[in-house]
């Protein structure tokens, strides 16, 4: 996927200036960060359980050659074709290869961000194939053209309108105004390519160290019909998705279903191990699974690894208030939300994404909530200082930050300079108190809002004052 | 070299362990996946069947219990009546002997294919912590029919039915060898909040499920 995160805050104010997406967001908002809540009451040891899930992940990262080559071994002798890439482009090329290999021309694919991270949509239309995304969501974002916008939640910023105009004009139907009768139209439409479908593509959510196994986890049942309908099906999935056994597995899926949609479990939990059994009348007769780092190792070697325990669950995003207001687009690639600002940088590079470490308030809600303990509010902060250490911020800032430190270094200056801004600030302050225009930095937060202005001592000014009239 | 060699080499000197990882190591590595050490659980204050049975209602599945199988076309065919809903589709083979046209039900022995109403399937156990079915894929639980087709129909043996699914994992160690090419854990119908997070049932998989648990 393009990376446009760079131009972070003027997509920021669009949204925040759109009626429509304001409208989708808190919606949402209230739905998720509530069920999340009520459905994690069932657990009356969460934070034990939490702990575990974090130790469960952090297991997989300091093992995941030795697990990885177990996993491996397991799967092929289930008969799984093992493909590795390193690179997005090695990822789409693999995918490629076995479609012409077994002359597909109709695929079925089940949500992966990885396939997002690849731009594998992209790439197997560009190779002649007929490409079609089946969760709902992420049928609804192919069908407009666009990106997902949440990692769970792909067409949350679209309304019913949106979606009743998009479906009557792509499907040459009757327009429909109902929810539910819209979600049939699809099933309907979808149907018959399912059943005549060459290949499917799916992710997944984990990969089972003890057996070879693949899992995902699906509420609407396009993941099981992707593994199991076409006869060809490959999955996609980045090395960090290792997990020891299949008990670690169930430990984590009690707060990751929780923490995504609130619920205790989710429809579907479906393990793959091999393609289809000696007897078996359904299953697809070739199942590759390929295994890609694209920048995985990279961030494993970093003082930001802990990321790498993400279990996509989407929970920063819903509790995060720069998200709420502005949704997953204005991050500019795959992974919105205080995640996306740690692995956006992580995966593209940090100079890429400049605004998104930064775009935090550091308050701290991800971090409380993060089903896998990932501390991402410091993580962030590392990432603001690799900015300051490559030197990537705008020179007005170093500047900026180079003049304060030059004045900090002398307290009789620094005072001198305050004192004198004090006053100037309250004078031009006036009766109201209020600064409606600020010089340089300061411009872009008077451009929404007006700026308290001094009251005309500075603070050592007053320190000073207050402990003279103590000592008395 | 390949990528493989390459991607395995990076996490090794990610990890410091550039040199590769001892025997012991990874025998103690091993270790762990053979222990299946269960994490910490919830607490648990519950009894199997009626817990099984309040989840699959919350999850929005219907329950019904009869005695004994040979009960099961009756019930069956009461359900559908009851609901009007379509009365012939496929089932599992080992239902093939039931009475089902004594009921009224047509009903046949194979796999599931997109234009059935009905699919009839077993469970390899169920765990009463969700309400959900746990389902193995194979030469004859044939995967299409609990997915196909838009009503669901799940028999289960109330001595089947687990607490969690640790307890179907050890179940399945101690009855079979190895997992099936799939393992899938179904708990309630298909759903999908996708449009204005609205719930809907009936995605791309069934409408409805009916769990019918012999209490024999």
């Known amino acids: 996927m393009q990376v446009t995160s760079n131009q972070f805050k003027q997509a920021a104010s669009r949204k925040l200036a759109d009626p429509k997406v304001q409208k989708a967001l808190r919606n949402a908002k209230g739905k998720l960060v509530v069920a999340r809540s009520r459905s994690m009451l069932e657990l009356d040891n969460f934070e034990e359980i939490r702990e575990a899930a974090a130790r469960i992940r952090d297991f997989g990262l300091q093992h995941m050659d030795v697990l990885l080559e177990e996993w491996e071994k397991k799967a092929t002798a289930a008969g799984t074709i093992v493909h590795w890439a390193e690179t997005a482009q090695q990822v789409n090329d693999l995918v490629i290869g076995i479609a012409r290999k077994h002359e597909v021309r109709k695929i079925i694919k089940s949500k992966s961000m990885l396939g997002e991270e690849t731009n594998l949509n992209h790439a197997l239309e560009a190779a002649g194939l007929d490409v079609r995304e089946t969760d709902l969501g992420e049928y609804i974002i192919q069908q407009f053209g666009e990106t997902p916008s949440h990692i769970i939640a792909p067409a949350v910023h679209k309304s019913k309108d949106d979606i009743a105009d998009l479906f009557a004009q792509k499907h040459g139907r009757p327009r429909l105004n109902d929810i539910a009768a819209l979600t049939h139209e699809a099933r309907d439409v979808l149907r018959p390519h399912f059943l005549d479908a060459d290949m499917g593509i799916s992710g997944a959510n984990f990969l089972v160290a003890e057996t070879g196994s693949t899992m995902i986890v699906t509420n609407e049942g396009n993941g099981r019909m992707t593994t199991t309908m076409p006869r060809v099906h490959v999955a996609i999935t980045g090395i960090e998705k290792i997990v020891p056994t299949l008990e670690d597995v169930s430990l984590l899926l009690r707060v990751l279903t929780r923490s995504a949609t609130g619920q205790s479990i989710s429809n579907y939990l479906s393990f793959t191990t091999g393609p289809k059994r000696p007897g078996d009348k359904d299953g697809p007769g070739e199942f590759h699974v390929i295994i890609v780092d694209a920048g995985r190792t990279k961030l494993l070697a970093s003082e930001i690894r802990e990321a790498l325990r993400c279990i996509r669950c989407g929970a920063c995003m819903n509790h995060c208030p720069v998200y709420q207001n502005i949704g997953g687009h204005a991050y500019g690639w795959v992974y919105p939300g205080p995640i996306g600002s740690i692995l956006t940088p992580a995966y593209v590079g940090v100079e890429k994404a400049i605004d998104l470490p930064n775009a935090s308030t550091l308050c701290n809600q991800c971090g409380v909530v993060c089903p896998v303990k990932i501390p991402l509010p410091d993580l962030m902060r590392k990432l603001r200082e690799q900015q300051v250490q490559k030197n990537l911020r705008p020179w007005s800032e170093r500047l900026g930050l180079r003049l304060w430190a030059w004045a900090a270094e002398r307290p009789v200056v620094y005072g001198v300079l305050t004192r004198i801004a004090a006053r100037m600030g309250k004078w031009i302050g006036g009766r109201d108190r209020l600064l409606h225009r600020l010089p340089a930095a300061g411009a872009e937060w008077t451009s929404g809002r007006d700026f308290p202005a001094p009251r005309g001592r500075t603070f050592r000014e007053l320190y000073a004052r207050t402990r003279n009239r103590r000592t008395r | ?216």
């Open chain 2, 1 to 216: 070299m390949s990528a493989r060699d390459n991607i395995l080499k990076r996490i090794r000197e990610a990890n410091g362990r550039e040199s590769g990882t001892s025997a012991t190591q990874r025998d103690a590595i091993l270790a762990r996946l053979d222990a299946h050490t269960r994490g910490p659980l919830p607490t648990m204050d519950w009894e199997p069947l009626p817990r099984f049975k309040e989840r699959c209602s919350a999850l929005m599945s219907t329950i019904d219990e009869v005695g004994s199988l040979a009960q099961v076309p009756r019930a069956l065919a009461s359900y559908l009546k009851q609901k009007n809903l379509p009365t012939g589709g496929a089932c599992w083979p080992e239902f093939a002997e039931l009475d089902w046209a004594g009921a009224g039900l047509a009903i046949q022995a194979r796999p599931s294919h997109g234009d059935d109403k009905l699919g009839i399937t077993g469970a390899f156990c169920a765990l009463a912590e969700n309400g959900t079915l746990m389902l193995l894929s194979g030469e004859n639980t044939h995967a299409t029919t609990s997915l196909l087709p838009e009503n669901h129909v799940a028999i289960v043996a109330a001595s089947r039915i687990v607490r969690t699914m640790e307890d179907g994992w050890d179940l399945l160690r101690s009855e079979r060898d190895g997992l099936p090419r799939q393992v899938n854990f179904v708990s309630g119908p298909s759903r999908t909040a996708d449009i204005e997070m609205t719930l809907v049932l009936g995605a791309h998989g069934p409408f409805r499920v009916h769990v019918i648990v012999l209490s024999e």
